[in-house]
């Protein structure tokens, strides 16, 4: 069993499915799905155990990369980013070639491509320490797993 490396794992975004750029300087991302139950047990129930039935489904991701004072880097930077503005993302797999910075992404079932808003975004600036943000966005529709 093949197991993948944490820089492969990538979030790609952009204004549409067309336009997908790596987040530059990426140091970690994550993309949570969750699924909302609610009870319906009732009364006339006749068994001990209580009934949960799905309601809701939602989704979110984050993204944590470095901040840059220049925009040498070929990818999404924190100038990029508007907090309420709608964005594609895509979390994909990337290639390990040299000289792509793992940005190239390849084509497999981890592909999980949707609409989410910019929800918010922290900047953090410690004293004599690399600053970073952290985006978060907040799904906006459906989370498809993508097949080109």
């Known amino acids: 069993m093949a197991t993948i490396k944490g820089e492969n794992l990538r979030v790609l975004m952009g204004e549409d499915t067309e336009h997908l750029t790596c987040v530059a300087a990426s140091t970690n991302c994550a993309v949570h799905l969750a699924l909302q139950l609610e009870e319906d047990t009732t009364k006339d129930t006749e068994d001990d155990w209580i009934v949960q039935e799905p309601v809701a489904i939602n989704w979110d991701a984050q993204v944590d ?10 990818g999404i930077t924190v100038d990029d980013l508007i907090v309420g503005h709608v964005y594609v993302l895509r979390f994909s797999q990337t290639a390990t070639t040299a000289g792509t910075q793992n940005r190239t992404p390849i084509q497999n079932v981890i592909q999980l491509t949707g609409s989410a808003i910019l929800s918010d975004l922290q900047l953090t600036a410690q004293n004599q320490d690399i600053a970073n943000y952290s985006a978060k966005f907040t799904g906006t529709g459906d989370l498809t797993r993508y097949t080109p």
């Not at 901040?67 to 070929?74: G, I, M, R, S």
Request: no cysteine; hydrophobic share 50%; net charge negative.
């Open 65 to 74: 990369a470095l901040v840059f004072l220049d925009n040498q880097e070929t």
